[in-house]
């Protein structure tokens, strides 16, 4: 490994949280990533309660040190499960994670990626409680970005890094627009 490179990576091992209710948060994700990756790092990049259809997905698979982890079996939304669909989410987005720590113990990552945690800990998809003592444990190098709505008190005192994106406006509540292909997925 080339000098620049090892000052690279001996300077990581920040936790950055992108919340709030506006539009966002997985882009700035996306950009760290593909950031990274530009600069030789390893990520690992894994969607709570996404079904890995959208545009982000399709071009970071296509980057060679991106490893992407989708963890929604079920292409629906938790409050449209019925409850077999929710414990099969529950018990995959388990199976995904044990999976991901592996690959992080492997010292296989310099940046692990979990976009929309919150909301898969706010749905009761993964305890809260696993994602704080992962943070308190993970290994110093590893850079770790997560986003979603709502995050915990003790989430935020985790983070080193805390981003609100907050709406001011939003084509839906104006013009009732949806998601557009390209553009929100």
Do not use: C, W
């Not at 970071?60 to 077999?84: C, R, S, Y």
């Not at 800990?121 to 709502?150: C, D, N, W, Y």
Request: charged fraction near 25%.
């Amino acid at each position: 490994m080339e000098k620049n490179q090892t000052d690279r990576k001996n300077n990581l091992g920040k936790v950055h949280l992108y919340a709030g209710d506006g539009k966002g948060k997985t882009t700035a994700a996306v950009g760290l990533a593909v950031r990274a990756a530009g600069n030789g790092l390893n990520i690992l990049f894994m969607q709570f309660l996404k079904a890995g259809k959208s545009g982000e997905i399709n071009i970071l698979k296509q980057i060679p040190n991106i490893k992407i982890l989708d963890t929604n079996p079920i292409n629906k939304f938790v409050f449209a499960m019925n409850e077999q669909e929710k414990k099969e989410t529950q018990i995959s987005t388990k199976r995904y994670f044990t999976e991901a720590m592996q690959i992080i113990e492997k010292n296989q990552v310099d940046l692990l990626v979990m976009d929309e945690i919150l909301g898969a800990i706010s749905t009761e998809i993964i305890s809260e409680t696993v994602i704080t003592q992962f943070l308190q444990a993970k290994p110093a190098h590893l850079e770790v970005v997560m986003t979603g709505r709502g995050p915990s008190q003790d989430l935020i005192e985790l983070a080193d890094y805390y981003s609100e994106i907050k709406s001011k406006k939003h084509p839906y509540e104006t013009e009732k627009l949806l998601a557009r292909q390209g553009i929100e997925y």
